[in-house]
């Protein structure tokens, strides 16, 4: 049976991690489209952030070369970008052995969800075994921090929410029993944040980000591909 595994790799030299570091109230989703030769295209899904300060991080980024956006739903945009770094120029700096870097996609494991964040990536993946597993983990802990934060077994079961930190919950839990997620609404945010005694744009944003892991828990994962050209 394989392994699943949610691991963070600490590295501010891989793609889009300035990106993600200019927008904190956001969450980048990253896929790379290996089908355009040496450089695969970046193809982003930001949820949250202001169009214009998505537009402006994008286009002040060192590793994109241009950028559009290809589709939208509610607060969740997506982008194709082009990379304007080769690997060598991108990650040069943190590992020296490409080589093995690129070994890393024969291996026999699939990179489900990239996760880009101000420090690094979080990715999750399946993994035929351990062996493909410390593949992944010896590579990046010999050049920069890997931390691994959940390992299990393929099929075990994982109650809806996993994912949400304990911070999330506390909101989530908060601002539902005090009737903020209610018709017509019972408390406003100023009540949710004071009874977690935090400002109220932070309890803003830990209810965003909770929503958002919820959402592509649950609901992302059976959405079908955007139609290309939509905003």
Excluded: K
């Amino acid at each position: 049976m394989g392994l699943v595994a949610e691991f963070d790799i600490h590295c501010d030299g891989l793609p889009l991690v300035e990106v993600a570091r200019s927008l904190p109230e956001a969450s980048l989703v990253l896929e790379l489209q290996y089908n355009h030769g040496r450089r695969p295209l970046f193809l982003v899904t930001v949820t949250g952030g202001s169009r214009s300060a998505i537009a402006d991080a994008l286009a002040d980024a060192y590793d994109v070369a241009e950028w559009a956006l290809v589709g939208r739903a509610g607060e969740t945009r997506r982008y194709q970008a082009r990379p304007a770094l080769s690997l060598e120029e991108q990650l040069g700096r943190y590992v020296d052995d490409l080589d093995g870097l690129e070994a890393l996609a024969t291996a026999d494991a699939i990179i489900e969800r990239i996760e880009v964040c101000p420090y690094g990536w979080r990715q999750t993946g399946w993994f035929a075994d351990r062996e493909a597993f410390r593949q992944f983990s010896t590579f990046w802990g010999a050049h920069v921090t890997f931390r691994l934060a959940r390992l299990t077994r393929d099929g075990e079961a994982e109650p809806a929410g996993d994912g949400l930190t304990d911070r999330q919950h506390e909101a989530l839990r908060t601002a539902y029993e005090l009737g903020y997620f209610d018709i017509p609404r019972r408390a406003s945010l100023e009540d949710v944040a004071a009874e977690l005694d935090i400002a109220a744009s932070s309890a803003s944003e830990r209810l965003r980000r909770a929503q958002t892991e919820l959402i592509e828990e649950e609901v992302a994962t059976t959405w079908p591909p955007l139609p290309a050209g939509s905003t």
